[in-house]
């Protein structure tokens, strides 16, 4: 492998210009076929996974391709007389640098602060250090991915439009030179100087892009379906805290979400009464404020929750003794579906306030979530987990 010299480039900047070539010209496809599928298209998520594996791929390659475009030289110029002409040549190559860092980097930081839907695939993990799980964070990192792709893009294409125009028009070697299997000197032992000026005029570049992307709304907030608001459970235990979470499992990866919006009136007794009941609970969930990574817009149509239309879901059971602490046995409502339902749990109460957790899993086929798009376990298995924590005081 050979490096560069002032007047025509290595084997090693050759490998890097073709390899990442080919890689974004893959990736560009990749992205805009996998996002205009619908997200019921089993294609959907495995195309989104390449996507993003080549995604995390050309981040490092460019890494690698910037640190050995700093330590070697480059040729000049060929035209150093037409100053136009190399200005916008050398803005061209500090905007394809930066966004091959930026663009991959953006989609990475999304990708780690929401939760499932395509994983990347290696095994290193899908997080990133630093990176918190956040909605608002994931929602930023999206707009910029978006915006700065658009910069990618017509840079990629201005770029390539350069090096025909050398090669066709102007017939001098400048595409020739970069070719394998070819060293091809420009005659010229002069190392290329970079310009400041480019460099703060790529800047600019990337500002009005911001700006424009600010100006079409990709920074605003994704509207949600509006949540009910659910009125305060009249209850001999009154809930102070607690979380309702459920656990998917998406190509076999698990997304966890949780319900921001629920209600539990609850009466229990230590002593059983002659029917051997403690007490019961009457649980209100609040469809729309479900949480779900990447997933939540999906989970919330028509196929899944439905939420426009079920806006709510009820748990209604007798609490009983169990053989390791207590269930609550009644019957769960989602989308008018009435499905039976056990919910093992442990229960400790300290004067007067009680914490319990507890689990179970419901079939989502038996709702009707997912039947229409999703009606085999391809992509999304049919079991899902519910687990619940919360911790009560008792009403004096």
Request: glycine share 8%; no cysteine.
């Amino acid at each position: 492998m050979r490096g560069n010299s002032t007047t025509s480039y290595g084997s090693v900047t050759k490998t890097f210009h073709w390899t990442m070539a080919a890689m974004v010209l893959s990736m560009i496809p990749l992205g805009i076929v996998a996002s205009g599928l619908e997200n019921s298209e089993p294609w959907k998520p495995p195309l989104f996974s390449l996507h993003k594996t080549l995604g995390i791929a050309i981040f490092f390659l460019a890494l690698g391709r910037i640190a050995w475009a700093f330590i070697q030289p480059k040729p000049a110029s060929l035209h150093p007389d037409r100053k136009v002409e190399t200005f916008l040549a050398e803005l061209v190559h500090w905007l394809l640098y930066a966004s091959l860092i930026i663009v991959p980097l953006s989609g990475w930081i999304h990708h780690a602060a929401t939760t499932g839907f395509a994983p990347i695939w290696w095994p290193l993990g899908q997080g990133l250090p630093y990176v918190p799980k956040s909605e608002a964070l994931a929602h930023t990192a999206k707009a910029l991915h978006i915006i700065f792709e658009r910069v990618l893009v017509l840079s990629f294409l201005l770029h390539l439009l350069g090096a025909l125009k050398h090669h066709f028009v102007d017939k001098d070697i400048t595409l020739k030179r970069m070719l394998p299997g070819h060293t091809v000197s420009t005659g010229r032992d002069v190392p290329h100087k970079h310009s400041s000026i480019t460099l703060f005029a790529a800047g600019g570049v990337y500002l009005v892009a911001l700006a424009i992307g600010a100006g079409l709304g990709l920074f605003a907030t994704e509207k949600r379906i509006t949540a009910p608001e659910l009125e305060a459970a009249q209850s001999d235990w009154i809930v102070q805290d607690g979380m309702l979470g459920i656990t998917v499992k998406q190509l076999g990866s698990n997304v966890e979400g949780s319900f921001a919006d629920w209600t539990a009136a609850i009466t229990f007794n230590q002593e059983p009464d002659q029917n051997g009941r403690h007490g019961d609970v009457d649980v209100t969930i609040s469809i729309p404020s479900l949480a779900l990574g990447s997933v939540t817009g999906q989970a919330l149509g028509p196929d899944f929750f439905d939420a426009d239309t079920h806006q709510t879901a009820t748990f209604k059971a007798d609490i009983l003794t169990a053989e390791n602490g207590y269930t609550a046995n009644g019957t769960l409502t989602i989308r008018d579906k009435n499905v039976p339902l056990s919910l093992p749990f442990s229960l400790q109460i300290e004067g007067n306030t009680a914490t319990m957790s507890g689990e179970t899993s419901v079939n989502r086929l038996q709702f009707g979530i997912g039947e229409g798009t999703q009606p085999t376990e391809g992509s999304l298995a049919f079991d899902v987990a519910i687990s619940v924590t919360l911790t009560a005081i008792r009403e004096q």
